[in-house]
């Protein structure tokens, strides 16, 4: 029990302190207040939205297309609905869909690329001339024809965005697999006849973290993307259901005396990518003033 309690007091008083080294970049000053708040309407925003985001009023040409006021803070849509509690209600689709999508892709690509890499030789070229097979297809593409045969749902949308990314990470974690296995600690571990499982994951995996935090990131930013341009196609989540991609798609014909229906989602997916973005900054800029502190320390 006292040893657990160490580490997680250990972990608390890591987060702390990454958090503060974040927050003396100017990156991570804006990115995690934005990031922070997405995070809240994700877990919470069913709950503090005013309104239902998909129940419709007795009189919808009554409240048909309200501009933004003191009762309606971001307006109302073609059907009365209160925008601003449907982009709330819709960031916990598309986040958790996306993040579902970026976890798989990076499990999926780093099994892949580490396995790749490390085995070399036949099954390297092997493996990776079917990475570049698929990297041949256009992404978007790719999941449409998987979503038009499998059928839009967010388990389909989470596991095709999830398989689409993964090529472009195998990629990128073979490229540092393979400069990591020539490296003394891997050597050392061949030598002392280590198997290949615990060379991968004890040795090989910690090293490539770094890299995979970053391209997590890229990834995320792809991700939300991906399931805001299916939801654009109609093949996301589908209505009465809120989501960013389905609500733009909704409003296109009313752009010209409703913009704000359009615009409320557009922002909420660009700041959203914007936030992840800088905080990626941030936590590389906080790492090197780290690395910094601990070299001249």
Known sequence: MMVILSRLTSIRQSIINTLSMILRTWSGRIALPIVLLHLILAIFGPWLAPYSPTEMPASIEEFQNLPPSPQFWLGTDQYGRDVLSRVMCGATSLITTAAASTALGIVLGTSVGMSSGYKGGRVDEIIMRIMDGLMSFPTLLLALLVLFTL???????????????????????????????????????????????????????????????????????????????????????????????????????????????????????????????????????ASGMAREKVEHG
């Open 151 to 285: 059928g839009p749902s967010r388990i389909n949308i989470a596991a095709t965005i999830g398989f689409v990314s993964m090529p472009a990470i195998a990629r990128v974690v073979r490229s540092t697999t393979l400069s990591l296995k020539t490296m003394e600690f891997v050597q050392s571990a061949r030598l002392r006849g280590e198997s290949t499982t615990y060379i991968i994951f004890n040795e090989l995996l910690p090293n490539v973290m770094p890299v995979l935090g970053v391209e997590a990131s890229v990834r995320f930013s792809y991700a939300i993307l991906s399931i805001a341009s299916l939801g654009f196609l109609g093949l996301g989540v589908q209505p009465p259901s809120p989501d960013w991609g389905l609500m733009i798609s909704q409003s296109r014909r009313f752009l010209v005396i409703a913009p704000w229906v359009a615009l409320a989602p557009m922002g909420a997916i660009v700041s959203l990518i914007v936030g992840v973005n800088l905080l990626v900054d941030g936590i590389k800029q």
